[in-house]
């Protein structure tokens, strides 16, 4: 009896430990794979294997901010007197941890800005080698993120929040984004189109239907030359 207690008492113990390790309670490491790719990593502490994550289908989550435009700054003091509300929201589920950045619409992965965490407990800003990023501190459920954004000094660029958001353990939303924002008096980036002409298909004519070569306009010439001489010819008989 004593023994079967035991082995359940550490059957049970390295369950927890093994909880623990994937979840990272206290948020997502500092490594390129969640500081470039946004991509938890959850290793099991029993094979020493990295567990893969399992993507979600849907999106469930969603990143709300306060407007879609942030004024323009030249000193950390400057730049932290109007920062700009943002949320990370549940639509009807839950979840456990996240890592969001601010990166341009086109692709860059650099984080750009200051993360602030509003809500004590909840969230901490961490060094990546891309930029400052903030990141869960806690693996408890929870409906709502809070924080702030200011943005850097000379900071002109157009941006947008992209998260991932991890629902449990093995699953989890890459590419939740934000609407995009762009600085005060500063207009929308655009990519320029070049205006493009629409050519009619090519067709294929038979032999029978198709139209002869230009370069038969030169076959009138002896008739055109014959005409002028017969007329010469006339006035000639007539002074005659």
Known sequence: MMFRLCVSFAVFCVLCCKISVLSYPQGAPVRTESC?????IHMDPLTNQQVPNQQGTTRPYRILVSQQQYQTCTSNQQCGLQPLQVSI????????????QARTPNGGSRSWGQFIPLQTGDSKVIQCQNGLT????????KNIVRFAWIP????REQVQFVATVVQNLR??????????LRPVGVSAIRVPVMPTTKLAPPTTMSSATRE???????????FKTAGIISFVTSVIAILL
């Open 152 to 155: 850097e000094p000379g900071m």
């Open 89 to 100: 929201q549940g639509q009807g589920g839950l979840f456990r941890g996240f890592i969001v």
């Open 134 to 141: 903030l990141t869960h501190t806690a693996n408890n459920d």
């Open 212 to 222: 002869p070569p230009t370069t038969t306009v030169f076959n009138n010439a002896p």
């Open 36 to 40: 470039i790719n946004l991509q938890p």
């Open 171 to 180: 699953t989890i939303y890459p590419g939740v984004y934000s609407a995009q």
